[in-house]
């Protein structure tokens, strides 16, 4: 096992950072290594947002639903699915693409693209010795967070990623089994099978929670996710995609 593997396989959301920015460089190195992600046919359907503006960190926080950590970082970057320079071009060569644009299919392409670019930002940032949490808390009002960061149209504001010296020392958590995740040749449907690997995931995971906790909290993972996804959430996104020239075909 490499460096790197160690690096992916040891990663741990922070929640707790030190008062320390990042340097313009540590940011330009981010960005940069955020760059060099795959990109479906060499589109690069995304931008990335850095936010240093303190009050515009604190307005993102609370729209986050109050997560301290948006305004508290090194540096805070949003990504987002962005076809408005696709449409720059397009005008730029007489032509017009937005037929194509507003299609579901490249519509995952900008969320692909820009998912992509943060991980590899994500794994350049644990490998420089710092720590990262993902916020897709953003998303609870994309368009006071679009209003925040002044995004055009065609332009998706899709989640947040602090970054920054880590100020806590969290154990890593663990992940399903590998024979949930991983399928040979075709889907496992053997509900037994199925279940199986998943109740022993649950017994896992309750004993993470109830020791991260001291006993506070000790759910399993299946009975987490039957709650959580029982109620739908933020159920305004179809007609924000369409104000933002986002008509899924």
Known sequence: ???TIETMLAHRSIRAFKDKPLTEEQIHTLVKAAQSASTSSYIQAYSIIGV????KKKQLAELAGGQSYVEKNGHFFVFCADFNRHHATAEMHGTDVTETTQTTEKFMVGLIDAALAAQ???IAAESMGLGICYIGGIRNDLEKVSEVLN???FVIPLFGLCVGYPDQ???VKPRLPLNNIYHIDEYEQDANAFKKGLNEYDEVISGYYTNRTGGQRSAGWTSMMAHKLA????TYMKKFLEKKGFPLK
């Open 231 to 234: 109620t739908p959430v933020r």
């Open 120 to 122: 590899n930002a994500s």
């Open 1 to 3: 096992m490499n460096q």
């Open 169 to 171: 020392d969290p154990d």
């Open 151 to 153: 995004l055009p149209r």
């Open 52 to 55: 240093e503006d303190k009050e």
